[in-house]
């Protein structure tokens, strides 16, 4: 999920990004407004430092010559089994750290 995320930020895909999206409102203007955030950064490598939950993951990202880190935090898809392989990400958490 983190991977795709981020190719969703580099190629500046604010629809793709909402797809991605836990399910609520609002997830297009979220996408929109991450974009206009990290779009720049998203250009350049990044690295990623994963915290694995016992259900819900965090990620905390750093783009090369940014010095916020994108904080992701990854859900199950699916409520009815939380512990599947299958995430979308929370938009609606604030992307600056």
């Known amino acids: 999920m983190t991977e795709h995320v981020l190719a969703r930020l580099r190629a500046r895909d604010a629809e793709g990004l909402a797809e991605l999206a836990a399910e609520g409102d609002g997830a297009d203007e979220d996408a929109k407004r991450w974009l206009a955030r990290w779009g720049d950064a998203a250009q ?54």
């Open 44 to 97: 350049r490598p990044a690295t990623a430092d994963f915290g694995p939950g016992e259900k819900d993951a965090s990620v905390e990202v750093r783009f090369d010559g940014d010095r916020s880190t994108l904080s992701l935090l990854l859900m199950p898809e699916d409520q009815d089994d939380p512990y599947g392989d299958r995430y979308v990400v929370a938009l609606h958490e604030d992307p600056v750290t």
